[in-house]
């Protein structure tokens, strides 16, 4: 599916702000390398969190979102100015490369790393990127979230400190592909996922 003109306008509008936030910020943890070999991910853990989708709908994260279909699954963070705008729109260009291919069975979730981005806060935050039919946006209490988080590697943080890197679980639920930010073109992150469908 192609998106809505209003998700085209939505994308278009983040052009400045994309532009500007391409220059490497400074003090950020954005060392991570691949875990289990090259391009590996043999030390996540994913737990069967809780959480809530932008509608406050429950989500399972092992029973609902992974098993069912390849998932590229990122992180975000509301009011995060640098690293999650670029992490969000590149999800947007991974959906419309997958959808060019036919491959809207691929999906495209977005895990906020702090607890108190409420379901109706993540929904705005995604309302700006104008994002299609395959991607959803979690968010859960901490006792929920915060396992998750650790047992995938993302380190808890505020809009300055926190990494960015993308994962990929193929169609059994098994991590696959840790890729960070440095490697995360829109063009790596498709084709892993096309990778993981294989």
Do not use: K
Request: net charge neutral.
């Amino acid at each position: 599916m192609t998106p809505s003109p209003s998700g085209h306008a939505a994308r278009a509008s983040l052009a400045l702000v994309l532009a500007l936030a391409a220059v490497p910020a400074t003090g950020l943890t954005l060392g991570v390398t691949a875990r289990g070999g090259a391009g590996g991910a043999a030390a996540v853990v994913a737990t069967d969190a809780e959480l809530r989708d932008t509608r406050s709908r429950p989500v399972r994260f092992r029973s609902d979102v992974l098993g069912r279909g390849v998932t590229l699954v990122s992180f975000t963070l509301v009011g995060c100015q640098v690293q999650c705008p670029l992490s969000d729109h590149r999800m947007n260009l991974v959906e419309d490369a997958l959808a060019a291919r036919g491959r809207g069975d691929v999906r495209l979730v977005t895990l906020t790393i702090n607890p108190d981005n409420r379901p109706e806060d993540l929904r705005r935050h995604a309302e700006q990127f104008g994002p299609g039919p395959s991607r959803t946006f979690l968010t859960g209490v901490p006792d929920q979230l915060y396992p998750l988080l650790d047992g995938l590697g993302m380190v808890f943080g505020n809009a300055a400190d926190h990494p960015l890197f993308f994962l990929v679980f193929d169609a059994a639920g098994r991590a696959v592909a840790r890729i960070p930010e440095d490697r995360a073109t829109p063009e790596a992150l498709t084709a892993a996922v096309l990778a993981a469908a294989r």
